[in-house]
């Protein structure tokens, strides 16, 4: 069996994300997102076909979602859902130290089927 730290041997600084997999299955992917001050692109959105649910573990950051007029300010231990096709953005990550998420992308089917054995 072998151990894994999330925040363990972080880079100072990067040109982009990194996006580390660290459990994949056919209904969900689990991984790890390291930023060092990048955001999305001005004028962009990120729409995504999965619901995911985003943990910060490390750091600080801004999403924004389509239509709201108010930020989401995260700070570790915040986590929020992004339904699927839901249009959101990245508007800001810490540039002074690295921000770690924890994401759970999973297929709406998938969770409605949950939700009814609870």
């Not at 880079?11 to 689990?30: C, H, K, N, R, W």
Request: charge should be negative; proline fraction near 8%; hydrophobic fraction near 40%.
């Amino acid at each position: 069996m072998e151990s894994r730290n999330l925040v363990a041997h972080l880079p100072e600084a990067l040109d982009g994300e990194i996006f580390d997999p660290l459990l994949t299955q056919p209904s969900f992917l689990l991984e790890r997102i390291l930023s060092t001050g990048q955001a999305t692109p001005p004028g962009q959105w990120l729409e995504q076909d999965r619901h995911e649910w985003v943990l910060l573990f490390a750091g600080a950051a801004t999403l924004r979602f389509e239509g709201s007029e108010e930020n989401l300010d995260l700070k570790p231990g915040d986590y929020a859902l992004i339904p699927a096709g839901c249009r959101h953005r990245v508007e800001w990550t810490d540039p002074n130290q690295p921000t770690v998420w924890l994401a759970l992308h999973y297929s709406p089917a998938h969770s409605a089927e949950a939700s009814s054995n609870h």
